[in-house]
């Protein structure tokens, strides 16, 4: 049976595949080809829809089944490979929601949004140059001549039968240290750090840049992945966090900048060394809730404790001292108000987020708190109370 001498076939299959269209070559399909003739219609070229799949087929249940495990394993591996890069980029989104309330402050008084994300980084840009043009040469300085003494520093606090002294016997720490601190490996590997970091730092910005500009596209588009009858809320709820980043993220800056103050004006008073380095390594600290002002406390007590053992006390006292001047006062006018996140909530957060995703686990642990206790009490307690 040719397709010409059986017109319903050739009707059913189309002229530009598998030509020559005869039964010889078809042989069991000849009936479905001629069946194919059959249920087209003006209306149908391709044919109606035909019945479904029974969803309950074991096949069908046990195919989905495994389907999802691999989908499943596969996002995973895929999402474990791109840790890195998805850190960076969930960071440049938490930081241009952190950015937005300057801007939409901008635009409500009539700037253009390109104008007034310009406007705020240039700001930025602005101030972060100035103070490196006024400290870089300092903390230059301060870093040769500490990166020059560490290995002294090291010897004399490892001379007397101490628990670091312990320490170094099992670990051979001082060893290590000088080798990474004078050794070319090490500064090789100094070197390539800094690098990376560099590397990471432009990404970062020029994400956040992007972001900040495109934020409203963004923000819409997300919420149009919501359906129509939950939209109006998830609007309201959603905003309010991202008025809770912007808090955080503002306030957190504000408070480091004092933090880095106050250590400053306190280390040059009393004569330490390294005032401007430990200044700023305090306020990069300070960035890091909980734990940030303990490191940088520490730290700058260390040192001072090269002057001489009362320097060293008063320092400490003048760490505790702004600890609860932080705690009690600057955290609960600048950022508590917005943030409002219960003491314990805010040390497990820390903890938890810490561990997962390091420093920047950290950094975004509290508003991310702050995220899930607004979505628990506005969504998950009363469709408790009412179940």
Known sequence: MSSTSDPSAADGHHDLVGQPHDEQREGPLAHAEAEAARIREPGAPLGALGPRFDRRSPFLIGLAAAAGVAVTYGLVLVLADLRGVLIVIGLALFLAIGIEPLVSWLVNRRFPRWLAVTAVFLAGLGVVGGFLAVAVPVLAEQVGQFAERAPTYLRQAVAEQSWLAKLNERVELRQVLEQVLSGSAGLVQAGLAVFSTLADLVILLVLTVYFTVELPRVRAGLYRFVPHSRRPRTILISDQICVKVGGYVLGNLLV???????????????????????????????????????????????????????????????????????????????????VRVPALVTVVAVVLGGALLGVVGALVAIPVAAALLLITQEVVYPRLDRA
């Open 256 to 338: 480091s900048l004092i933090a880095g103050a106050l250590t400053l004006v306190w280390l040059l008073v009393f004569d330490v060394p390294y005032a401007l380095l430990l200044a700023l390594t305090v306020a990069l600290l300070d960035l890091i809730p909980v734990v940030g002002s303990i490191a940088g406390g520490v730290l700058i007590s260390l040192v001072a404790l090269t002057v001489s053992v009362p320097v060293c006390l008063a320092t400490v006292g003048f760490v505790i001292a702004y600890r609860l001047l932080e705690d009690y006062l600057l955290i609960p006018k600048i950022i508590g108000r917005t």
